[in-house]
C-alpha cells in the first residue's frame, strides 16, 4: 500500500510509527489497524505538531480506538510502561503506537515487557 506511511512491526501485534497526521488515520485503518496510542506530549515539536483532540477526532472517525499516554523522550517511568502494557493487553489489535520517531513508543513497549 503507498500511503506513504512508515510503520515498523515490533510483534505481529504492536506496531511503531514516527509523528501521525490526523490525515493519516484513514490510511492507517485501512491498513488494518484497530487503536493507536498517542505517546507524545501536545506542544512537544512546536506549533506544527497536531493535537492529540485533532488526531482523536480523525482516529475515532475512521473507526480506531484511541488513547493519547504521553511520555518524556528522556525517560519513560515503570508507572507509563504499566499503563503501556495495560493498554496492549485492552485495546484492539493490531495497535500502532508513535511518537516523534517512533523510538520513544520502541522504548516503552521493550521496558513493558520487562515488568
Do not use: W
Request: neutral net charge; hydrophobic residues 40%; aromatic residues 4%.
Amino acid at each position: 500500500m503507498n500511503d506513504n506511511l512508515t510503520i515498523n512491526p515490533l510483534t505481529p501485534e504492536l506496531s511503531v510509527s514516527p509523528q501521525l497526521e490526523p490525515s493519516a488515520m484513514q490510511a492507517v485503518a485501512a491498513r488494518g489497524y484497530k487503536s493507536v496510542i498517542n505517546n507524545r506530549p501536545d506542544g512537544e515539536g512546536g506549533p506544527a505538531q497536531p493535537t492529540a483532540a485533532a488526531i482523536e477526532a480523525e482516529a475515532r472517525a475512521a473507526g480506531l480506538a484511541y488513547v493519547h499516554l504521553p511520555v518524556s523522550p528522556a525517560v519513560q517511568t515503570p508507572e507509563e510502561a504499566a499503563r503501556f502494557k495495560e493498554l496492549l493487553a485492552t485495546l484492539p489489535k493490531p495497535v500502532l503506537a508513535f511518537c516523534r520517531t517512533g523510538t520513544r513508543s520502541t522504548k516503552l513497549y521493550n521496558l513493558s515487557q520487562a515488568i
